[in-house]
């Protein structure tokens, strides 16, 4: 018997947020099927640093982040245990090497403070009695949260879509969509692999590649790619160190559970493309910049690097709304920090699936805000 | 042969039995493998044990082994100090 190419929703991306929502909507019931172009987690999701934090400047975030938090300790066990999501509390360090960074980090913490969120301002000798091997050159101070930590981004996406497809979601993997489908301004499906695939609802989770998805049926979306590096060090004796993030040159840095670091830095000459790449100056760049923080690695060895896109928008901060195009709905454009709002984003996709009050009020990510000039800046992004 | 103990991959010490059961469960590239078991993602990025994987997931989907995507390799081939790659053969500025 051939398979039924229908379903109640068709998402489009299999990242975190593409994922989670099938995760979550085949938890309530509906039957979901979900294409993504390679493997799950292969983008913008897998390739991130995965840094867990709730240090954001606008309550959204703050809020949704709280949420997140609070569904990581016990994620691994509620999707099935099968995969070891690495989950870490070892802290998350914004850093600020001038009197504006700084002021902007006290009233994120001051926001953060109001929604019960536990993150503190530190002094440069506070950071170096509690992490003596980090360099305070500079520092004027720092936000910090202990709750904050990583999360393995592949372990993550994957251990969803196996908890999805337990509760009936059909997962196509290598099952690239050529384009959306509509007629008399509603949707009525994909075409995948040279074959229609209908369902009232489409959800398009696909990142920096949403934009051209969007198109095939009229919508803009503001979302575009920008290359970002990372590399990975070989493990060495876990000390905890926290997530690290220097804000005068963009640097990063963090160790995660099995002992290795990830260095990362932002660098506004690297391609605005979503295509994965190999950049050899960020090598040079990034390690000069880490090792004035943390010295004491100068010996340890960088096993290897990698790359993958951001999707952004104007103003830094996600989409997350029904298009034009009825039955048409969108979760994107997190510019460099979705991955860690994929229980966030999936708890939202069944909600506007059901068309129930939202958890938290995403009014602030309507995608009409960009033609009304009403755009609402992230000011904590990397 | 008794294949639990056999260590394929040495870096993060992946074992044969873990990959069969994952490409069991139909995780069938090198690159899944390799994101839900670390297989090849250390150090050596798979010198090791990369062939031995690419056979096993040849024999199981019954692909010849040429046909099978042997997955990323990524830059640099070797591991390279940290202080060498930002300094050179510098010392750190004092």
């Not at chain 1, 929502?21 to 019931?29: D, H, I, R």
């Not at chain 1, 960020?282 to 390690?287: A, R, S």
């Not at chain 2, 039995?17 to 990025?45: N, S, T």
Request: with cysteine; charged share 25%.
């Amino acid at each position: 018997m051939s398979e039924k190419r229908a379903a109640d929703a068709i998402i489009v991306g299999g990242g975190v947020h593409g994922a989670a929502a099938a995760y979550s909507l085949a938890s309530a019931g509906v039957s979901v099927i979900l294409f993504e172009r390679e493997y799950l987690s292969s983008g913008g999701s897998g390739r991130s640093a995965a840094g867990l934090r709730q240090h954001f400047g606008t309550e959204v975030n703050c809020r949704l982040a709280k949420y997140n938090l609070q569904c990581f300790p016990t994620l691994q066990e509620d999707l099935g245990g099968e995969f070891d999501l690495e989950f870490a509390q070892w802290g998350y360090l914004w850093v600020a090497y001038t009197e504006g960074s700084m002021d902007q980090l006290k009233k994120n913490v001051e926001l953060q403070r109001g929604l019960e969120i536990p993150s503190e301002i530190l002094s440069p000798q506070e950071i170096k009695r509690r992490w003596p091997y980090l360099g305070v050159e500079r520092m004027i101070g720092a936000a910090y949260c202990s709750r904050d930590g990583h999360i393995n981004p592949h372990t993550l996406t994957m251990a969803y879509g196996r908890a999805a497809e337990k509760l009936g979601a059909r997962i196509k993997t290598y099952s690239p969509v050529q384009r959306l489908l509509s007629s008399g301004g509603k949707i009525r499906g994909v075409e995948a692999a040279g074959e229609e695939w209908s369902a009232p609802r489409v959800l398009l989770t696909a990142g920096p590649w949403s934009t051209k998805l969007a198109a095939t049926v009229g919508v803009c979306l503001p979302v575009t790619p920008e290359r970002h590096n990372l590399l990975v060090t070989e493990a060495v004796e876990p000390f905890n160190c926290p997530m690290t993030l220097c804000l005068d040159d963009g640097a990063y840095f963090k160790q995660l559970p099995n002992g290795t670091f990830f260095f990362g830095r932002d660098d506004p000459d690297e391609p605005k493309t979503a295509e994965s790449g190999n950049s050899a100056k960020f090598l040079e760049g990034v390690t000069k910049s880490v090792l004035q923080r943390i010295p004491v690695l100068k010996g340890t060895r960088v096993a290897h690097q990698w790359s993958g896109p951001y999707d952004v928008t104007p103003d830094h901060q996600a989409v997350i709304d029904w298009t034009p195009v009825e039955g048409l709905w969108v979760n994107c454009g997190w510019s460099g920090h979705g991955l860690q709002f994929g229980p966030s984003g999936g708890r939202l996709a069944k909600e506007m699936f059901f068309g129930e009050k939202t958890f938290v009020d995403i009014h602030s990510f309507r995608l009409g805000r960009f033609e009304e000039g009403d755009l609402f800046m992230e000011p904590a992004f990397i | 042969m008794d294949t639990d103990d056999v260590v394929v991959c040495r870096c993060e010490e992946v074992t044969l039995d873990e990959i069969r059961a994952w490409i069991g469960r139909g995780y069938c590239h090198f690159d899944e493998l390799k994101r839900i078991l670390r297989v090849g993602m250390g150090p050596c990025q798979g010198r090791g044990c990369r062939d031995i994987v690419l056979r096993e997931l040849s024999r199981a989907t019954g692909e010849p082994l040429e046909a099978i995507d042997p997955g990323t390799v990524r830059p640099p081939v070797k591991p390279i100090k940290i202080g060498l790659l930002a300094y050179g053969g510098e010392d750190a500025p004092k």
